[in-house]
């Protein structure tokens, strides 16, 4: 994949490079700043770009604000943005486009190279990747009908709403497949969400409800 | 005409009821020349606080009185007297209340009483007037109405009344003005000087001052606890596995293996303990958002509906540290509702001041929150308190709470 990547740390821009040059990736563009990351990301048309949220020279969220603003020039455009602390709010305007291809994790994520190259795979292909403390954050200000659902039920549902498939979440909660799909079955039941197929529109509704 | 006459008798009733205060004043005006005199031969000077106490007692009835008179509380103006006997004397000698009690003694012992007897002399007096024509035939050689000597029919037919006309116009026009005169009298001599508030001032602001310093060491003293015992202690441990797991690194790779996982799992656990203390400092989002913009964030992550009221000029950035402690106390003020109040819709309102920000945070759930019972308040007090600021809660028990915080910031 060819990625253009937005930090200002170099130690951090480094590793960055390293990790994923490593997995066979190419780097296309390296912005240091914010005003660099538009023109980066309009000249190479990467497959994805991994952006820091607070970037020189205001240190704001000029990340989020360039990928934002990316995505209008470039729909669909794969963008995951990784952050020191996550906000629900910069979730939802992450995703307020309604179109996939969006991903939102801490920056302590990378410690787990495959966990994130994983979801920096899942992004490029369209998908969705949250942070597991966005997906918190949504939880517990949305606690009504969550608290009807079982633990495992509300396992499921935040693995579902970080955007991972069913073979993952099996995987994740050591239980099979087909028990997954039962639990998000009841899941939907009882949220009273429409049954919908797996992958980004999944997420989508998931995420939509938990927003409304 | 009816409303006029209530102000007459209300003015009345607040003159006589002023002899009560005006008798022992006269009183204390006879004594207060031997008072004088034994004082300057110094027999006196020992006693001069048990002298003094009655002064002021009597002092306290009249501050009560003229207060509620007033409408507003005159406060005590005694500064607080401690220490060996001859020190109180000396200090109360040189107490500007003390001299300004024994002014207000005189004057109030000279008028009051004369203002106290018309009070209760021109009720009748009127009725006493309008009889007149009845019984002037009857009455002593000279008697007079009007300043007339009343001495033929027509003079007694006309006369009484100019002297009921002049009664009535006295009661109806000075007494009220007369009450008023005694209620300001007590106001101005009772109360504190201006130099004597301005002095109790500077002492409240130096109280608040010491606190606010303490409160601040003491949040200094927590952040300083949450690095040092959490997240400075999980990477020592980390340190400690990646040194061990360097040493097993050729005998034992598994066992190396182990260890550097377990390094990572702390370098995580680190990253989310020093998350929450950063938090605590200075919520990153405030720099991202400024702080309505960072409310705006707060209040869509509720459950319920949280109308906002952020005008413009809460935009202007204020100091960080008022900025943080404002975003904290909505923080957990919102948190308080969700948890405890079982409230369907919240308010928050922020409003910049020439040299305050004030917070308010309203809810329409159960109320009866205290600072009592380890709920966040206690939290949003010790915070405010910080900065010097003021912290109040207003949650009757079925209606709700408000919560209103004043953070001063300089300029």
Known sequence: MRIVIAEDNALLREGLVLLLTTDGHEVAAVAEDGPGVLPALLEHRPDVAVLDVRLPPGFRDEGLRAAIAARKEIPGLPVLVLSQYVEETYAAELLAGGAGGIGYLLKDRVGRVEEFLDALRRVAAGGTALDPEVVAQLMTSRHDPISSLTPREREVLGLMAQGLDNSTIATTLVITERSVSKHIGAVFAKLGLPPSDSGHRRVLAVLAYLYS | ?411
Not at chain 2, 11 to 16: C, E, Q, R, T
């Open chain 2, 1 to 411: 005409m009816y409303r006029a006459l209530r102000r007459s008798a209300a003015a009345s009733v607040y003159l006589v009821v002023g002899l009560r205060t005006a008798l022992p004043s006269m009183l204390g005006l006879y004594l207060l020349p031997f008072a004088g005199l034994l004082a300057m031969l110094f027999v006196l000077v020992p006693w001069l606080p048990d002298v003094l106490r009655p002064v002021r007692a009597l002092a306290g009835i009249e501050r009560r009185r003229a207060g509620r008179a007033l409408g507003r509380e005159i406060p005590e103006p005694y500064p607080a007297v401690e220490g060996p006997s001859l020190e109180r004397v000396v200090r109360l000698l040189r107490d500007p209340s003390t001299w300004r009690d024994l002014a207000w003694m005189v004057l109030h012992g000279l008028s009051g009483f004369l203002m106290g007897v018309l009070a209760i002399g021109l009720w009748p007096s009127i009725l006493f007037a309008l009889s007149m024509p009845l019984w002037w035939w009857a009455a002593p050689e000279g008697s007079m109405s009007a300043f007339i000597v009343l001495d033929s029919w027509p003079k007694a037919l006309t006369m009484p009344f100019l002297q009921a006309a002049i009664n009535a116009a006295c009661l109806i026009w000075l007494l009220p003005h007369l009450a008023r005169f005694q209620a300001r009298l007590a106001g101005w001599l009772l109360g504190p000087s201006r130099r004597s508030s301005l002095t109790e001032r500077v002492e409240r602001l130096t109280e608040t001052r010491a606190e606010a310093l303490e409160a601040h060491g003491a949040e200094l003293r927590r952040i300083e606890r949450d690095l040092h015992d959490g997240t400075q202690a999980q990477l020592v441990a980390v340190a400690l596995r990646l040194g061990l797991a360097d040493r097993r690194f050729e005998a034992d790779p598994d066992a190396a293996r182990e260890l550097f996982l377990q390094a990572r799992d702390g370098v995580e656990e680190a990253l989310t303990q020093l998350r929450a203390v950063i938090r605590g400092i200075y919520p990153p989002i405030l720099s991202d958002r400024g702080l309505p913009g960072a409310i705006r964030t707060l209040a869509a992550g509720q459950h319920i509906p949280v109308r906002l009221e952020l005008p413009g000029e809460a935009e202007a950035r204020v100091p960080a540290a008022v900025e943080a402690a404002a975003y904290f106390v909505v923080a957990e003020a919102l948190t308080n509702i969700a948890r405890h109040s079982g409230a369907t819709k919240a308010e928050v309102v922020l409003h910049r001041a020439d040299s305050s920000l004030r917070v308010l945070v309203r809810d329409d759930g159960k109320g009866g929150a205290g600072t009592a019972g380890g709920s966040g308040l206690a939290g949003i007090r010790r915070r405010v308190a910080a900065l010097d600021g003021t912290t109040r809660i207003d949650s009757p028990a079925g209606q709700g709470t408000t919560l209103e915080v004043e953070l001063p910031c300089g300029s």
